[in-house]
């Protein structure tokens, strides 16, 4: 495997970084998710736009511009002969001392890493997911804003970690007001009565998925709120999903022991997650020029 760092591509097991990086001591960086699909990236642009917009919020200055960032995941993916992929680009703070003072930190470090990647759920999408509705609360925006995507994921891992001793796929988080938050790892809807509901993103990741999704339901005319959620609206709801750059668009059948609809992927779930792969075939930016 052949990973970007500092504008070399190196092999795997040369590509370190200093144990004195900020990103490895406190969790002070940015990163993205993206996928890339029969060999173009899907939604590259507003992706790195997340990305800068997510530094700029905590005050990191990226050293390379969109577009070298742009072509540095390009050949990354290239120089891996990577047609269908997930990619990660890191930012961190880079190295300082073990103060938190960032400015100590002279200058930061730039990662780019792709994998080979399937569905992450595997036969799930078929079956659906299975919940619950963890103890711990998604970080509130006054504290660390959910819409940075940062290094520090300690908050999801928590709730993953309650999910794990639950023997379930996913956690819902809730904020500290009771409203439904998102996933650990993805943006969280429901359906009822033919209306597809989400919540809104300012306790919750601006998912670009969540977007994409947004957009599919519209252009088949179906009727969308943003509006807040609790437990009543998930128990009773007649489907629910999650979308994300790694789940991609995943059904729910059960949350917190109780079945959601008929207990199978519902109609409208099945239609937005074939829209969305066919949107990942026919979208993106090509990696092979």
Same mark, same amino acid.
């Given at each position: 495997m052949i990973i970007y760092l500092d504008?070399?591509?190196?092999?795997?097991?040369?590509?370190k970084v200093s144990v004195f990086d900020h990103?490895?001591?406190?969790?002070?960086?940015?990163?993205?998710?993206?996928?890339a699909y029969n060999g173009k990236i899907f939604r590259l642009d507003?992706?790195?736009?997340?990305?800068? /917009?997510?530094?700029?919020?905590?005050?990191?200055a990226?050293? $390379?511009a969109k577009e070298?960032?742009?072509?540095?995941?390009?050949?990354?993916l290239r120089r891996n002969d990577l047609k269908d992929a997930y990619i990660r680009p890191i930012v961190t703070r880079g190295k300082g001392d073990l103060g938190l003072d960032p400015r100590k930190c002279e200058k930061p470090t730039v990662i780019v890493i792709a994998v080979t990647w399937g569905a992450m759920y595997g036969d799930l999408y078929e079956k659906g997911l299975r919940a619950i509705c963890v103890s711990v609360r998604r970080t509130p925006p006054e504290s660390m804003p959910p819409n940075v995507k940062s290094l520090n994921y300690l908050n999801n891992i928590l709730a993953k970690i309650e999910a794990?001793?639950?023997?379930v796929d996913e956690a819902i988080?809730? /904020?500290?007001?009771?409203?439904?938050?998102e996933g650990s790892g993805d943006n969280i809807f429901i359906v009822k009565n033919g209306t597809v509901i989400t919540p809104p993103t300012l306790n919750n990741l601006r998912g670009i998925t969540r977007q994409v999704v947004l957009e $599919?339901?519209?252009?088949?005319? $179906?009727?969308?709120?943003?509006?807040?959620?609790?437990?009543? /609206?998930?128990?009773s709801a007649d489907e629910v999903f999650v979308t994300g750059t790694a789940a991609e668009v995943a059904p729910i059948r059960e949350i917190d022991g109780r079945v959601i609809g008929n207990g199978r992927p519902g109609p409208i779930t099945r239609q937005l997650m074939a829209a969305f792969r066919s949107a990942t075939q026919k979208e993106g930016t090509p990696i092979f020029e």
């Open positions: 504008g070399r591509y190196v092999p795997e097991e040369e590509a990103g490895l001591l406190y969790g002070d960086g940015v990163f993205e998710g993206i996928r507003e992706h790195l736009a997340r990305l800068y /917009d997510s530094a700029k919020t905590i005050d990191l990226i050293p $390379i070298e960032m742009a072509e540095a995941i390009k050949e990354t794990n001793y639950q023997n988080f809730f /904020d500290v007001n009771g409203n439904v938050s $599919i339901a519209q252009s088949m005319g $179906i009727t969308l709120l943003e509006r807040n959620l609790g437990y009543f /609206d998930l128990y």
